[in-house]
């Protein structure tokens, strides 16, 4: 019925457009009207879309605005991740920031279009061991972004300084402790001479001495099982090649 009652309508315009026609007024074109009210309803649409893009004014926004909107949405959400992937990585070193700068849109909104994270780069005297673990935190920090910027691969640079530094420090230490074992334990071995003894007990005290000696170690008399495996560790670390740069990250 309804659909009836609309063609029934429908043919109502033609009827006045011959009567028009008969009394010589003039007749509004049916496909200019169509245009109009066409046009008349997008806007209208637009006024009422709460989700559309409109501008200070309060006025929808062009599509050029709308798309420069678009973009700097997209920026904003990038800009975002990348400042929060590097306090994610970072921890503790972490000593300021996420801040940003902004950007207007056409909407009247602000944008971060860059940002910034503060970390601690600073060495401590005498903690080679702590060094490092905190230049290869840097490190990872730095490049935590999808995208690293150019400043982000500058720190993560400065920070590979920093751990071929500790490294060579570590090294310098464990030479030293090597040095000092040999040392304390090579005075050890020497067995002093009884107060009192005659020279021949002296001589056959330090034959049965030395005799014990090379029984115990036949390969290398001066140096001890415990002295050899620290020898060992020591030209081990010396062939390890050392490694530095992102791979180390994981």
Avoid at 48 to 71: I, R, Y
Avoid at 226 to 247: D, H, K, M, N, Y
Wanted: charged content about 25%; cysteine-free.
């Amino acid at each position: 019925m309804r659909r009836f009652d609309e063609a029934r309508e429908m043919s109502a315009p033609g009827s006045q457009a011959v009567a028009a026609l008969a009394r010589d007024e003039p007749v509004e074109d049916p496909r200019a009207i169509e245009e109009t009210s066409r046009i008349e309803a997008e806007r209208a649409t637009g006024e009422d879309n709460p989700t559309a893009a409109k501008g200070v004014n309060g006025e929808t926004l062009s599509d050029e605005d709308q798309l420069l909107v678009e973009q700097l949405k997209q920026r904003d959400a990038e800009v975002r991740a990348h400042e929060q992937a590097h306090v994610s990585a970072g921890g503790g070193h972490i000593t300021s920031g996420p801040s940003y700068s902004y950007q207007s849109g056409p909407d009247g909104r602000r944008y971060a279009i860059g940002g910034e994270v503060g970390i601690d780069t600073s060495m401590k005297a005498g903690d080679p061991d702590g060094n490092l673990a905190k230049a290869r935190a840097i490190i990872r920090a730095a490049m935590a972004p999808a995208e690293p910027s150019s400043q982000d691969v500058r720190v993560a640079a400065s920070a590979r300084a920093m751990e071929s530094q500790a490294l060579q420090e570590i090294r310098e230490l464990q030479v030293k402790e090597y040095e000092q074992v040999m040392s304390a334990t090579g005075s050890s071995d020497r067995a002093p001479t009884p107060t009192g003894a005659t020279t021949a007990q002296t001589a056959s005290t330090a034959e049965n001495g030395e005799a014990a000696s090379e029984s115990a170690t036949p390969q290398n008399p001066g140096i001890s099982s415990g002295q050899a495996r620290l020898a060992q560790r020591i030209a081990a670390l010396f062939s390890t090649p050392v490694e530095t740069g992102l791979s180390q990250q994981a």
